[in-house]
């Protein structure tokens, strides 16, 4: 079945950049998503990109997609502490709307 | 931006009451809406897909009789848990896609429930 994975935890230092990565399975994703979830919030949409592209970049935020190897990464320049929350991809095929999440990358940023 | 809200943010009720939560989205007409269940330091885990007007969709192991969706309006969507039981205690988020903005998917601040 469909099935997503990420690193469970990254530390980083304020300013430096950090990369977080993320593995699916399904070969029939059509849009892969990141979101951001602070504690005790929903999930804030912060970027998808299609399954045809290799890399889409929004201001702080590149996104990289391998997809022959089904690896997409979510690299957040100049990291500050405000970024510290837990970062979700997400996989979508090409039948419905349904996503697919991975568990889940704690991000913390250290002064 | 496409808003969701939800309500309430966080309830407490005894077991055997039943407990409605609201989702709307504020400013789009939601085609499609979802619900997912969130456990502690967890996934999100897709619950059921409502589309308006039809009868929800639930992923495999959930209970349509435990979790009631409706879909009424292109606007809102409620999760009825009945008979709820301290096991039920979790974090509830739904989302919404639009006709708008059929390749995002928006998600409400979720409802906290815990049932004593």
């Known amino acids: 079945g469909e099935d997503v994975e990420q690193s469970l935890f990254l530390s980083v230092r304020e300013g430096d950049s950090s990369v977080i990565n993320c593995t699916y399975t399904?070969?029939?994703?059509?849009?892969l998503y990141w979101y951001k979830q602070e504690p005790g919030a929903g999930l804030q949409l912060l970027t998808y990109?299609?399954?045809?592209?290799d890399m889409k970049q929004d201001q702080r935020l590149t996104v990289l997609l391998n997809k022959k190897d089904k690896h997409l990464s979510l690299r957040i320049a100049d990291t500050q502490t405000g970024d510290s929350a837990i970062y979700f991809c997400?996989?979508?095929?090409?039948?419905?709307?349904?996503?697919?999440f991975g568990s889940g990358t704690r991000l913390l940023v250290r002064p | 931006g496409a808003v969701v809200s939800q309500h309430p943010s966080r309830v407490i009720c005894k077991s055997g009451t039943s407990v409605k939560i609201e989702c709307r989205s504020l400013?789009?007409?939601?085609?499609?809406m979802f619900w997912y269940r969130q456990f502690p330091k967890k996934s999100l885990m897709l619950m059921a897909t409502?589309?308006?007007?039809?009868?929800?969709?639930?992923e495999q192991g959930v209970e349509k009789d435990k979790f009631l969706i409706n879909h009424a309006s292109l606007t809102l969507s409620t999760l009825t848990v009945t008979s709820a039981h301290p096991e039920d205690s979790s974090f509830y988020i739904c989302?919404?896609?639009?006709?708008?903005?059929?390749?995002?998917?928006?998600f409400g601040p979720g409802t906290r429930l815990t049932v004593l």
């Open positions: 400013d789009f007409q939601a085609t499609t």
């Open positions: 990109i299609f399954s045809n592209m």
């Open positions: 989302s919404a896609i639009g006709r708008r903005y059929y390749n995002e998917q928006f």
């Open positions: 399904d070969s029939s994703s059509t849009y």
């Open positions: 409502s589309n308006e007007g039809s009868k929800a969709t639930y």
């Open positions: 997400a996989e979508r095929g090409d039948s419905s709307y349904k996503l697919i």
